[in-house]
């Protein structure tokens, strides 16, 4: 007799993990299927964003920082570094991988002591919410769930143009395991992962070339943010080609010649490596059995409601496989509000303030809608900026690129963005997610107490500034 649980997690990446521990907090016989092995053949929880992902690019992102600062930023401070600065790249690639693997063997220990059963192998949803499994081995058991919750995640998309061999040609799993800095390095694609990748490898010092097939950088970012972005980031080394539109590639040996067209006609270029980041897309190949009664759109993804129901009843769907943005907290927030509602509560999740944060230097990172969004819906709206440049605690580090942008809605002030490029952006975005979560007014921030000297005072200003009564800048003058 097969084997019965009250919730089945197909997929243990960010979303599939959090939900499965939820569901056995809960009370409910859960069970988990994970695949993914690491080097060593052993299965390693955590999914992309734990093993290939957000957690291991941020280690090198910090790792070539410390490094950046070592050899360009210490002076300022004092501190001689005459003697000169060195990378061992691949004890920087060793600390990643020791990072990676602590966290993995932490998401086993947690599946340990709340009880869930971790089952290896492939998942497959067949009809009346049985789930074969496909072990390592080869062997195949059927177990059965009351519900059951997708979760399989997303991998790179491949571009014919650009054929990954994961030597020359590598993905953004592949640029997280360089053993050497390369002298050239071509990132396709200027999004997320291209300018978190190509930012880890410029500050090691290779030449880094970014060819983004739009003409408008940051497409998704407020265009304040994505001007100050682009100016900053090429001022690092980054040479960003925008309506680079690549056709072509040819591996010679060690290096690959790319073809690209532009507004002057079609340009070669030659690197040393080239990094594919044009994105992601759902991992849904032999996930459904035809007659599972789940539907699938034509470009992969799994249809479902505003509460991730699936077409068919006790069957959910979560993470980068549903619509809404490919983001690891926006899966692991979809797991807990699926498990809470199979346990009959009327959980809601709220999509329109999930934080986006690119964790290049300075952060880039924003909530709520942005002023050309607000513009083309014809709200009217009050905004305040604030400088990182006055800001004390930001001059004490040196650092004081970028600045807080926070947007009122005219009439009533209810806060409907912020924006930031600068240190912390992710945090002080985040103070700002909390505080309209809850409603707030740019006044209301504007007359709370923030600490000095911090960076959250930059936020502060920047929400006095909303209504004409920042401090530590001059205000704009109201027509």
Known sequence: MSQKFDVVVIGAGPGGYVAAIKAAQLGLSTACIEKYTDKEGKLALGGTCLNVGCIPSKALLDSSWKFHEAKDGFAIHGINNSAGVTMDVPAMVGRKANIVKGLTSGVATLFKANGVTSLQGHGKLLAGKKVEITKPDGSVEVIEAENVILAPGSRPIDIPPAPVDQNVIVDSTGALEFQAVPKRLGVIGAGVIGLELGSVWSRLGAEVTVLEALDTFLLAADTAVSKEALKTLTKQGLDIKLGARVTGSKVNGEEVVVTYT????????????????????????????????????????????DHCATTVPGVYAIGDVVRGMMLAHKASEEGIMVVERIKGHKTQMNYDLIPSVIYTHPEIAWVGKNEQQLKAEGVEVNVGTFPFAASGRAMAANDTGGFVKVIAD?????????????????????????????????????????????????LHEAALAVNGGAIHIANKKKR
Do not use: C, Y
Request: aromatic content about 4%; cysteine-free.
């Open 262 to 305: 532009d507004k002057d006609g079609e340009q070669t270029i030659t690197f040393d490596k080239l990094i594919v980041a044009v994105g992601r897309r759902p991992v849904t190949t032999d996930l459904l059995a035809s007659d599972s009664g789940v539907n699938i759109d034509e470009r992969g993804f799994i249809h479902v409601d």
């Open 410 to 458: 005219a009439k009533t002030d209810r806060v409907l963005g912020v924006h930031v490029i600068g240190p912390s952006a992710a945090e002080l975005v985040q103070q700002g997610a909390i505080g309209m979560e809850f409603g707030t007014s740019a006044e209301d921030l504007g007359m709370m107490v923030f600490s000095h000297p911090t960076l959250s005072e930059a």
